[in-house]
């Protein structure tokens, strides 16, 4: 279950490539328009592109940069800065929709034919996303004075600008009763003998809030939760909290086997303490 994240390559994405015929991207709908520009423009067949975008006049620059295939586009994202001549920052990438059942039972839909969507930010926190579905597109338009949208890309992108993600949905408790469950888990399938004094010594301490344990790991600690030292010093504390909380499977069918592999009496304080969050 643990794992580190690859490092990632030196890219620079702030040379200008043209002045497409587009308009100012001072609203919305504007940038709406451009969204749209991008997508017609961009190769279903290509990779992700990174976008920045700054007015120069009555123009509008570009900088556009192909994430190269074997790069999660994510990758590019974190850890890094737009810089300040910039005014939005924004991804294309190519993909295919997947449908949920709705009730959360049964199994999910893949759509027939391809998708592209194209996320634009500008740096007062407001976007616009436009997914374009084999021609049938779907725009999605958030104002600077919203709740910021939550998700790995849309927390990079807002980091990237300088902004802050949405808080935390749960407290920290959460992510402590997670690493104590992977420390235990880790142990049991080991084949180690466990007993209740050695499950209570596999407990982590208990940081004072997200904060505090967001500085932990960018001291080194915490390898459990898979981000690195730099990563965690560029996050806030939304962004690490949706991050840290990723980065174990639903703890469900973890706590399963722990059952079948650990005596009732030594799991029960496990057991409840990741009760107490859910």
Do not use: K, Y
Request: with cysteine; aromatic share 4%.
């Amino acid at each position: 279950m643990s794992s580190s994240r690859p490092h990632r390559p030196r890219v620079s994405a702030t040379t200008p490539v043209g002045e497409p015929d587009a308009p100012p991207a001072n609203s919305s709908e504007e940038l709406t328009r451009v969204a749209e520009l991008l997508i017609a423009a961009h190769d279903a067949t290509s990779g992700a592109t990174l976008v920045r975008m700054a007015h120069r006049g009555d123009d509008i620059q570009f900088g556009l940069l192909p994430v190269p295939a074997d790069l999660d586009p994510l990758d590019l994202l974190l850890c890094s800065d737009t810089p300040d001549e910039w005014e939005v920052l924004g991804m294309i990438v190519n993909g295919r929709i997947i449908d949920l059942p709705e009730d959360g039972i049964g199994e999910a839909r893949r759509r027939s034919g391809s998708s592209r969507v194209a996320v634009l930010m500008r740096r007062d926190g407001s976007s616009v996303t436009v997914l374009d579905s084999d021609g049938d597109r779907q725009v999605l338009e958030t104002s600077a004075h919203a709740m910021p949208i939550e998700g790995r890309f849309a927390d990079a992108m807002r980091r990237s600008l300088g902004l802050t993600t949405a808080p935390p949905e749960v407290g920290v408790s959460a992510a402590i009763a997670r690493v104590w469950l992977h420390r235990v888990h880790t142990v049991a399938v080991d084949g180690r003998p466990l007993d209740a004094e050695v499950v209570a010594a596999l407990r982590p301490p208990m940081p004072r809030s997200w904060g505090d344990l967001r500085q932990q790991c960018a001291d080194g600690g915490w390898a459990e939760l898979r981000c690195d030292p730099d990563l965690a010093a560029w996050m806030d504390d939304g962004m690490f909290a949706r991050w840290c909380m990723a980065a174990f499977p639903d703890p469900c069918e973890a706590l399963v086997d722990v059952g079948e592999l650990v005596p009732p009496r030594a799991a029960e304080p496990l057991a409840e303490a990741l009760a107490a969050w859910r």
